[in-house]
């Protein structure tokens, strides 16, 4: 089998994240995509003597369980590779990957709780980065989403079935606006141009919306005419806040070297399971509102009479988590990266009245070695790499009783478990908790305790 031919392919197994496998010539055939049962053409992208990659093309006969997708961006869009199918096939497709990913870690004797589903199939998200750019070089301007299987190339993305309608008629107002001005969109290879981001936040419970248009400093437009033009529109949502983030960065990422309020404020309020939370513009907060709150009352749960235990709460971000664990804790104390998400944490905290929560801004791997008190439960909730070695190192080092690992990434969670099993602890409860619908991404909520005897 050699680079760059094409062939059909069986697909006859997946792991995550939703990578089908062929069998071809006794190696496994990994297809981004796929799904068991397809018959796919695909082109081979790398071959070695033990497993070759493929990327898919076309998908040739239909599979049980499959449906017409809703989405007249599924072909395009890069987003949703699930939502051809049915729903409940979707959360056995995830249920699959991540019991595969524990057995072969050699983790096993824990209670599984299954697959819980999300509130919401569609319009689930409440915040999308969409991206300025064109679908072909030198094309009319876009703005949306990078198109599937393409180095560059952005689809306007004005009928995503993942978000609120009012993402939409902001995205097109947005779009048609900087159209007329002709400013030019950030190329990322060349540094130079002006528009790079449309960044919307939209709250579930309480109907707001933060909309923060991301610029480079290389040219201007006229805020006001933009500002009027947004506050004009006819939305269900209000909006509470409008921004200007000028980002200078050479990577393609979503940042700020300042913020130039145009409107209101820069920061949107939530409220979650009876507690208020102020979200700033960079700050970590679940994309899945009534989702999170299905996720979080798992980890309390787990987490059973604690009204006199010390939890620490690492990878905090806005203190979500803590807070809600801190209604039924002694104290709680939270350790994040983002300065201002630790900022809105500690004053989320006050405006709920809970003053048991300490909030840190650091580095976890760092940060963690210079804590004093001992906690009784740990709660992790790390971004997709894991958790950083050093910390885990420490996390072993504090001997708490109980761990609660929230993980968006199986892979890495599996990992982290294997070296907490080696250290004394016991894998007691698993759970999936669907906060992406039509996606193949997937949270896993873990319980572990301390196994007797061990120090």
Do not use: W
């Not at 997946?14 to 496998?21: H, L, S, T, V, Y």
């Not at 947004?230 to 509470?240: E, P």
Request: glycine share 8%; proline share 4%.
């Amino acid at each position: 089998m050699r680079k760059n031919i094409e062939n059909e392919f069986d697909i006859v197994d997946i792991e995550f994240p939703g990578i089908g496998i062929a069998k071809e010539d006794g190696k496994d055939i990994y297809i981004k995509g796929a799904v068991p049962g397809q018959r796919v053409l695909a082109r081979i992208t790398k071959a070695r003597k033990e497993y070759a990659k493929g990327k898919l093309i076309k998908v040739l006969n239909k599979i049980d369980g499959e449906i017409e997708p809703k989405c007249p961006h599924f072909e395009m869009c890069g987003g949703c590779t699930y939502q051809f199918l049915q729903y409940k096939e979707q959360l056995n497709l995830k249920e699959k990957q991540i019991l595969k990913l524990f057995k072969e870690a050699g983790i096993d004797g824990f209670e599984y709780l299954g697959m819980e589903h999300s509130p919401k199939e569609y319009e689930y998200r409440n915040k999308m980065e969409f991206t300025f750019g064109d679908m072909e070089k030198g094309g009319e301007l876009s703005l949306g989403m990078h198109i599937k299987n393409k180095s560059f190339g952005i689809v306007t993305v004005d009928h995503c079935y993942l978000i609120h309608n009012d993402f939409k008629i902001i995205l097109n107002a947005v779009l048609n606006y900087f159209r007329q001005t002709g400013l030019p969109y950030y190329k990322v290879m060349k540094h130079e141009g002006f528009l790079r981001n449309l960044v919307i936040r939209r709250t579930e419970n309480t109907s707001e919306l933060l909309i923060n248009i991301v610029t480079t400093s290389q040219n201007s437009f006229n805020k006001k005419e933009f500002t009027d033009l947004l506050m004009g529109l006819k939305l269900q949502a209000k909006i509470s806040g409008i921004i200007n983030s000028i980002n200078d960065s050479l990577s393609d990422v979503v940042a700020a070297d300042e913020i130039d309020i145009l409107y209101g404020r820069t920061f949107v309020e939530e409220n979650i399971l009876g507690l208020k939370f102020k979200i700033s513009p960079f700050s970590f907060f679940q994309t899945n509102t009534l989702g999170a709150e299905k996720l979080y009352s798992m980890v309390m749960d787990f987490m059973g009479p604690s009204d006199s235990k010390v939890i620490f709460d690492l990878y905090c971000g806005t203190g979500t988590i803590g807070q809600i664990a801190a209604k039924k804790a002694k104290k709680v104390i939270g350790i994040e990266l983002i300065e201002e998400a630790v900022k809105a944490a500690t004053e989320n905290a006050a405006v709920n009245g809970l003053d048991n929560c300490t909030f840190i801004a650091g580095d976890v791997a760092k940060t963690v070695n210079e804590l004093t008190e001992k906690p009784d439960i740990i709660i992790l909730d790390p971004p997709r790499p894991g958790v950083h070695p050093k910390a885990l190192n420490y996390v072993v080092d504090f001997n708490a009783q109980e761990i609660i690992y929230v993980s968006c990434n199986p892979k890495t969670l599996v990992e982290d478990l294997k070296m907490l099993i080696s250290n004394g602890y016991v894998v007691e409860k698993v759970i999936g908790m669907d906060m992406f619908p039509n996606t193949p991404h997937v949270e896993v909520v873990t319980l572990l305790t301390r196994s007797e005897g061990t120090k």
